[in-house]
C-alpha cells in the first residue's frame, strides 16, 4: 500500500512538467505553422516601392530618395522597372518620358515641367546626384499613377483595378490561412485593392492591398463584392485589307475616289499633310475645301479617316525634324491639333529613305507621339516595309 502510494506521488510529481512540456510544444507547433515561409515584405527603415502589387524595394539599385518630404526615385530603377521611355537630352539637359497619355519633359534641377502642351510646377524638378539623375517620383502622380508617403505605389493604367469594402474588422493574413501571420488589421468600411481577384481567390480567401501598400490575403465574406474601376485594355489592331490609301490630288472629286472602294474598306488614309522642306519639322496642310466634303462624306457613310503625313522621302529634312526634341514636338503638335481642326479619326505616319542612324529617332518620335494620339482617342498607324502591298501595322486603337 505504501508503494502504490509513492508511486502514485512520482506520477504526480512528474505529470505538471510532462503537461506543461506538451503544451510548450503545441504552441511551438502552431507558432511554427503560423510563421511557415513567412517572409517580411516591408522593408524596415526604407522608403517601399510597391509597382504593380510587388514589392520591389530590395531590387532597387538605388533606394528611394527623399529629400524635404519628396520622393526621388533613381532614373536606372525607374527604366529598369516600368518606364523604358524615359531618356535624358543631352541637348536640353533634359529628361523625357512617356506614359499612356502623357509626355513629359523635365529639366534638370529646375521644377517647371511640360507634360504634353502644359507646363506644370513642382515643388522640386529632376536632379543629379553622384551623377546619378533621380526624378521627383511622389510629385508626378499624374503622369506614373503613383501614390503613397513612407510606401509609394505604381499601378498601371492599363491593368485591372478593382476595390472593395471591408464589412467586418478582421485581419490581413500572409497566406490564405487562418493559421497564417497576421500583417495586419483592418476595420469595417476601409477600402482594399483586390489584386486579379478571379485568379487568386482560393478556398475563401482573396488576395488584397491595404491602403498603406500592405500585400496579403483576406477573408472572401469579410469585403464587399469588387467595383471595377478599370479594366485590363487590350490594344485592337487593324487588319490587313481594311484600309484604302488615297494620294491627295484637288482634280479629284468624291465620286472619283469612292469608285476605287472595295467591299472590305471600313479606313481610307488620304495624304493630307507632308513634311516642308528643311523646315525643322513644318507640315504642309493639303486639305483644300473639297478634303472637307470629302472627311464629311467618309463619316456620314460609316468609313474612318486615317490621314496620311508623309516625308516625301526626304532624307535630311527626315532627319533634322527627328533627332531634336524640339523638332519632334512641334510635328506632333501640329498633328494633334490638325486631328481635332480636321475631325480625323487617326493618323498613319508615312516615311520612306529613313537613314539607318535616325531610326532610333523615328522609334522615338512614334514613342513620343502615341499618348498625345491616345490623350484624344486618335489611332496611331505607321507603314512597315511592306506598306506598298497594303499591309499596316496599327500601334494604338483608341
Not at 515641367?113 to 546626384?129: D, E, F, P, R
Not at 489584386?195 to 469585403?223: D, F
Amino acid at each position: 500500500m505504501v508503494k502504490k502510494k509513492k508511486r502514485n506521488n512520482i506520477i504526480k510529481y512528474f505529470r505538471k512538467p510532462i503537461i506543461v512540456l506538451i503544451a510548450l510544444s503545441t504552441i511551438l507547433i502552431i507558432l511554427n505553422i503560423t510563421n511557415s515561409n513567412y517572409v517580411v515584405e516591408k522593408v524596415k527603415n526604407k522608403t517601399n516601392l510597391i509597382i504593380s502589387n510587388i514589392n520591389v524595394t530590395k531590387n532597387l539599385k538605388q533606394d528611394l530618395y527623399v529629400q524635404n518630404g519628396i520622393i526621388y526615385m533613381s532614373v536606372p530603377d525607374i527604366y529598369n522597372f516600368f518606364d523604358n521611355t524615359i531618356i535624358y537630352d543631352n541637348a536640353y539637359n533634359m529628361l523625357i518620358t512617356c506614359s499612356n497619355e502623357k509626355v513629359a519633359s523635365l529639366p534638370i534641377e529646375n521644377n517647371e515641367i511640360q507634360i504634353n502642351s502644359s507646363k506644370v510646377k513642382l515643388k522640386s524638378g529632376a536632379i543629379q546626384k553622384e551623377n546619378i539623375y533621380y526624378i521627383p517620383i511622389s510629385e508626378l502622380g499624374n503622369v506614373y499613377n503613383s501614390e503613397g508617403t513612407n510606401t509609394v505605389i505604381i499601378d498601371y493604367l492599363n491593368k485591372e483595378y478593382a476595390v472593395s469594402k471591408v464589412e467586418k474588422n478582421t485581419s490581413i493574413k500572409y497566406k490564405p490561412q487562418n493559421l497564417s501571420k497576421t500583417l495586419t488589421k483592418v476595420k469595417e468600411g476601409e477600402s482594399i485593392v483586390v489584386i486579379n481577384n478571379s485568379e487568386t481567390s482560393q478556398n475563401g480567401w482573396t488576395k488584397v492591398r491595404t491602403t498603406t501598400g500592405i500585400l496579403g490575403y483576406i477573408k472572401t465574406n469579410k469585403i464587399s463584392k469588387p467595383t471595377y474601376i478599370r479594366e485590363t485594355m487590350e490594344e485592337n489592331v487593324k487588319k490587313e485589307g481594311e484600309i484604302t490609301w488615297s494620294v491627295f490630288s484637288s482634280e479629284y472629286n468624291i465620286k472619283d475616289r469612292t469608285a476605287t472602294l472595295t467591299d472590305g474598306t471600313k479606313v481610307l488614309s488620304p495624304t493630307f499633310f507632308n513634311l516642308r522642306d528643311e523646315a525643322k519639322g513644318k507640315l504642309n496642310v493639303l486639305i483644300e475645301n473639297n478634303e472637307n466634303k470629302y472627311i464629311n462624306w467618309a463619316h456620314k457613310n460609316g468609313y474612318e479617316i486615317w490621314a496620311s503625313v508623309s516625308n516625301r522621302g526626304y532624307k535630311n529634312t527626315t532627319a533634322n525634324a527627328l533627332e531634336d526634341y524640339k523638332n519632334r514636338q512641334y510635328m506632333i503638335e501640329q498633328i494633334v491639333d490638325y486631328i481635332i481642326t480636321y475631325k480625323l479619326d487617326g493618323i498613319n505616319i508615312s516615311f520612306t529613305n529613313i537613314q539607318e542612324e535616325n531610326s532610333n529617332d523615328f522609334t522615338r518620335f512614334l514613342t513620343e507621339l502615341q499618348p498625345r494620339l491616345n490623350e484624344i482617342g486618335a489611332t496611331l498607324s505607321v507603314d512597315t516595309l511592306e506598306a506598298s502591298s497594303g499591309i499596316v501595322q496599327c500601334i494604338y486603337k483608341k
